[in-house]
């Protein structure tokens, strides 16, 4: 099993940065690729980013090419979101995921989830 708890969300002016923490409880949290999503009010869940066991290849939507970066520290169970030059459509709770079930890591179809953080970016 695999906890996942986000922090690092709030309330930020446009082109403003965040950076986004997730904490993971398990040992084998180097082994699991991560994702980041968010859902924006009466959105889909959509994807942000992902990163490969073990600090390997990163993939990030269109959207946020450029912005956000995704990092991890196998040694402290943490994989962080940066995010850059904010826009109030980045408006959303973000979640983190482990585990991807599918090999299309951008499909919302993870073992593990952790509860979201909320990021506002005003205009």
């Known amino acids: 099993q695999v906890q996942l708890v986000e922090s690092g969300g709030g309330l930020v002016q446009a082109r403003g940065s965040l950076r986004l923490s997730c904490a993971a409880s398990?040992?084998?949290?180097?082994?699991?690729?991560m994702g980041w999503f968010r859902q924006a009010p009466g959105k889909e869940r959509e994807f942000v980013g992902a990163i490969a066991w073990s600090g390997g290849n990163t993939y990030y939507a269109d959207f946020v090419k450029g912005r956000f970066t995704i990092s991890r520290d196998d040694a402290k169970n943490t994989v962080a979101l940066q995010m850059n030059s904010l826009k109030p459509e980045d408006t959303a709770v973000y979640y983190c995921?482990?585990?991807?079930?599918?090999?299309?890591?951008?499909?919302?179809?993870?073992?593990?989830w952790g509860q979201g953080t909320q990021v506002t970016v005003s205009s």
């Open positions: 398990g040992r084998r949290f180097s082994s699991y690729a």
């Open positions: 995921a482990a585990d991807p079930r599918d090999r299309d890591w951008s499909q919302a179809r993870y073992n593990y």
